[in-house]
């Protein structure tokens, strides 16, 4: 067997949450419609209970982003990387912002575009995680 070491950890960490984080929204966005229809109280309770997740699942999220790049030594990076690296934190920043806007905006429109934004932004952050991973 391969012996753990602490960056396969914190790369498992980091997918983990990025997984809870992503997935959750995905699947939410499938099913709302259908409850916003049969049972629109349900989706209040399914909302509070994803936060109670995915919120923790985001900070670990940046904790072990952080915690990789500490130790990765940027210097000796190209400017291609160093670009997409960028990118990847701006999505990173705007998925929270709008996911910010979605769960605590009251009109139907800061909460589908924020909803909207906020899945796709987290999206193209972890195609930006992916095409770091595949140089680093």
């Not at 753990?4 to 997984?19: C, D, E, G, N, V």
């Not at 769960?103 to 906020?118: D, H, N, R």
Request: glycine fraction near 10%; hydrophobic fraction near 50%.
């Amino acid at each position: 067997m391969i012996h753990p070491t602490l960056s396969s950890l914190r790369t498992f960490l980091h997918l983990l949450a990025i997984s809870i984080w992503l997935g959750g929204q995905i699947v939410l966005a499938g099913v709302v419609p259908s409850l916003r229809r049969s049972n629109p109280d349900a989706l209040t309770n399914i909302a509070k209970g994803y936060a109670k997740i995915a919120w923790p699942a985001m900070f670990v999220i940046v904790l072990t982003g952080v915690w990789g790049l500490s130790e990765t030594n940027v210097g000796e990076r190209s400017s291609a990387y160093m670009f997409t690296l960028a990118l990847k934190m701006l999505l990173v920043a705007s998925a929270v912002t709008a996911t910010l806007i979605h769960s605590y905006g009251t009109s139907k429109l800061s909460k589908g575009l924020g909803g909207a934004i906020g899945l796709l932004a987290t999206l193209f952050a972890a195609y930006c995680g992916v095409l770091l991973a595949h140089v680093g």
